[in-house]
């Protein structure tokens, strides 16, 4: 079973957005697994990215892992 390259946040996002109308706290949505699929990631949101990390990847042995994240407040 293949992975999302779209997957959807919007439902995190606005989770976040509410925490930071109460907080006045950063939100960022953190990305893990294979990097084939990191690599090309565009969440689906309707709020787009303040900000996104660089993508960090690693050998663990026969599989490559990456992460990334999304700022979005």
């Not at 999302?4 to 439902?11: D, G, H, M, Q, R």
């Not at 996002?13 to 706290?25: G, P, S, T, Y």
């Not at 690693?58 to 979005?72: D, E, P, Q």
């Amino acid at each position: 079973m293949g992975q999302i390259k779209t997957p959807n946040v919007e439902n995190d996002v606005k989770k976040l957005i509410a925490h930071n109308q109460v907080c006045f706290a950063h939100g960022y949505v953190l990305f893990f697994g294979q990097s084939r699929y990191l690599a090309d990631l565009k969440p689906k949101t309707t709020r787009n990215p303040i900000a996104k990390g660089k993508l960090v990847s690693w050998n663990a042995g026969r599989t490559k892992y990456s992460a990334r994240w999304f700022k979005y407040v």
